[in-house]
């Protein structure tokens, strides 16, 4: 049972233009959002963040949608540049109070900047 | 100022045999993760540990499978008996504590023959 689903396994977007990163989540009970980047033989390193309170986030050129009552976040990256060329895992997590979940990852896009 | 550590980057073992992993968090960070990612899959949830605790190993096998945090040296991860379906990246990351970003390994590759 996926709870949080990166249904786009690659995007393809040109140089300088926008890319948005989709991810959908079943688990209301998730209260933190993160996305993650992650090149070949390295480990995911994290971009930006967004608590359940907010619907915004933005840092540089990268900002973070969340609509609760869709279940669905977005990451925009504007302008994409070739740099950017990785795959991107959506995580939530879910604060239980008493030890603290691990994060529950999406199984990423690919996302492919073409100059 | 050194990141996630992980040991071996790369590991081969014969079916049977006995893996350990090893992973020293980042300078200040009191709380570690372990993650596997199997191929085209996203990253799964295995056990937090902190210093001499295991918080959550909701996400570990029960059979085979350990994880240790000592109060001194890394985080292990031991796989006993590996099988080829061990197979797989396993990421190491720590973090301050609840609330903060998790700061991920490289990884070790495990490959079972």
């Known amino acids: 049972d996926q709870q949080v689903k990166q249904n786009s396994p690659s995007l393809s977007v040109q140089e300088g233009r926008i890319s948005i990163l989709n991810c959908d989540y079943t688990?209301?009970?998730?209260?933190?959002f993160l996305w993650y980047k992650k090149y070949p033989a390295e480990g995911p390193t994290f971009l930006i963040s967004?608590?359940?309170?907010?619907d915004k986030n933005e840092d540089g050129r990268f900002t973070v949608f969340l609509n609760k009552s869709a279940k669905h976040l977005s990451l925009h990256i504007v302008p994409s540049q070739p740099g950017d060329s990785a795959v991107y895992f959506c995580?939530?997590?879910?604060?239980?109070?008493?030890?603290?979940?691990?994060?529950?990852f999406g199984k990423g896009t690919h996302l492919i900047i073409q100059p | 100022n050194a990141g996630v550590m992980q040991n071996p980057r790369h590991l081969v073992r014969r079916r049977g045999q006995e893996a350990r992993l090893r992973c020293s968090p980042m300078?200040?960070?009191?709380?570690v993760y372990w993650y596997r990612q199997l191929p085209e899959e996203g990253l799964k949830f295995m056990v937090y540990?902190?210093?001499?605790?295991?918080?959550?190993e909701s996400g570990m096998p029960k059979e085979r499978f350990s994880a240790e945090f000592p109060k001194e040296g890394p985080s292990i991860l031991r796989i006993q008996q590996v099988v080829r379906g061990d197979s797989a990246a396993y990421f190491c990351?720590?973090?301050?504590?609840?609330?903060?970003?998790?700061?991920f390994g490289n990884g070790t590759r495990l490959t079972v023959t």
């Open positions: 967004i608590s359940s309170i907010k």
């Open positions: 990351a720590s973090s301050r504590g609840t609330g903060s970003p998790l700061h």
């Open positions: 540990l902190q210093k001499e605790n295991i918080i959550d």
């Open positions: 995580a939530a997590r879910m604060y239980s109070g008493g030890g603290a979940d691990g994060l529950t």
């Open positions: 688990n209301s009970m998730f209260d933190y």
């Open positions: 300078k200040g960070h009191s709380h």
